[in-house]
Antibody, heavy 117, light 110 residues
């Protein structure tokens, strides 16, 4: 069965960096795109962008350029989200979500990133 | 700036029927936007309910249905149950691999 398993919660200081991982299993990783979605505390879902798992080309939504980087390690079927120069407003749960073609179907369990001094 | 609109909150009685909608700040929602719906309870990841307008995800009971009503996508829950009390999000496909989420609807069953 398809599973997306994300790395555990992170507590970081402002200005630091964090890397969230999302390990896929149950399907051929390079067949479907991987998306990232943010959910700030008490807020709704916000689409951050996606990465083509075949070519490695990322596409970032408005507001997620510069400090946010999507990457892949296809050898272990894993997508990564790295955020640099962390700010308090980056505190959120980050989800990876598979896109099988106009359908966001499987979600990771989410990774809570807390930014606090 | 295009915005996806949802009712902030809705209330339904147990056993009742409720229709949540998903619109666009400019223009109409059609099947070309492949509207999808997600259910989220506190502390949990979203669960996929519906995709491509009206296709139920595996394991989703048939009292959930999706459609286009007028110029909006719609999620109808027939025979609402207590455990349907959740946040519901729609998302629209904007082309070229990009998506736009609505702000979500908090559904209360009482």
């Amino acid at each position: 069965q398809v599973q997306l398993v994300q790395s555990g919660s992170e507590l970081k200081k402002p200005g630091a960096s964090v890397k969230v991982s999302c390990k896929a299993s149950g399907y051929t990783f390079t067949t479907y795109a991987m998306n990232w979605v943010r959910q700030a505390p008490g807020q709704g879902l916000e689409w951050m962008g996606w990465i083509n798992t075949n070519t490695g080309k990322p596409t970032y939504a408005q507001g997620f350029t510069g400090r946010f980087v999507f990457s892949l390690d296809t050898s272990v079927s894993t997508a990564h989200l790295q955020i640099s120069g962390l700010k308090a407003e980056d505190t959120a749960v980050y989800y990876c979500v598979r896109d099988r073609g106009q359908t966001l179907d499987y979600w990771g369990q989410g990774t809570l990133v807390t930014v606090s001094s | 700036q295009t915005v996806v609109t949802q009712e902030p909150s809705f209330s339904v009685s147990p056993g009742g029927t409720v229709t949540l909608t998903c619109g666009l700040s400019s223009g109409s929602v059609s099947t070309n936007y492949y509207p999808s719906w997600y259910q989220q309870t506190p502390g949990q990841a979203p669960r996929t309910l519906m995709y491509s307008t009206n296709t139920r995800s595996s394991g989703v009971p048939d009292r959930f249905s999706g459609s286009i009503l007028g110029h909006k996508a719609a999620l109808t829950i027939t025979g609402a149950q207590a455990d349907d009390e959740s946040d519901y999000y729609c998302v629209l496909y904007m082309g070229s691999g990009t998506w736009l989420f609505g702000g979500g609807t908090k559904l209360t069953v009482l």
